[in-house]
């Protein structure tokens, strides 16, 4: 099962994604995760990178790219994956098709997170809320400024997205801003109908 979450920051694609591990032994691959996992290591990628996460701006298509690659290689990834965050651009998806072509593999589908953006900017402050209460670090990205750059990033860029994959015949859409629950019903119920399970 190799599949694609698309949808604006804060849509949920991370709580789907944690629940697509659980219910089917594939990995979450975050490119935001696994970008702070070299910024935390202090790895060359992760140097790079930290300079234009901490600025709220997109690392490069190559960086991205060579992180994705190398982690589905990784044998947790053999029953599937999937990508949270990433493409983010039409560069992007041409780059990881190509890259998928020449590791023998295809997506399976891609779930798009249909989102009321005013009223995720309520969401993300919250997370950051919950987070700081819980005592942990809030993501530099929580914050509102930060976030709607992020979320002007995403129209400019990522919603072309949508016909990209549509032409391919890989877009599904949920509506991300139902409850959880229904949210993953939604998606298991693509999954059923793709054969993707």
Known sequence: ?????????????????????????????????MLR???????????????VMDAGQLVSDDIVIGIVADRIDEPDAKRGFALD??????????????MLTEKGLKL????????????????????AKE????GLPVRKDDNPEVFAKRLQEFAALTAALSPFYRERGLLH?????????????????????????
Request: avoid cysteine.
């Open 1 to 33: 099962m190799r599949l694609i979450l698309l949808g604006p920051p804060g849509a949920g694609k991370g709580t789907q994604a944690q629940r697509l591990v659980e219910r089917h032994g594939i990995v979450q691959l975050s490119t935001g995760d």
């Open 85 to 98: 965050g990433f493409p983010r651009t039409i560069a992007q998806a041409d780059a990881l098709e190509k």
């Open 131 to 134: 987070t700081e209460a819980a």
């Open 173 to 197: 859409t949920v509506d991300g801003m139902a409850p959880v629950d229904e949210v993953t019903d939604a998606i298991a119920a693509i999954l059923k109908e793709t054969a993707a399970v």
């Open 37 to 51: 996992a070299a910024v935390a290591a202090g790895t060359e990628i992760g140097k790079k990178a930290k300079a």
């Open 108 to 127: 399976d589908a891609v779930i798009e997170f249909k989102v009321d953006e005013t009223k995720l900017v309520d969401r993300i402050v919250k997370r």
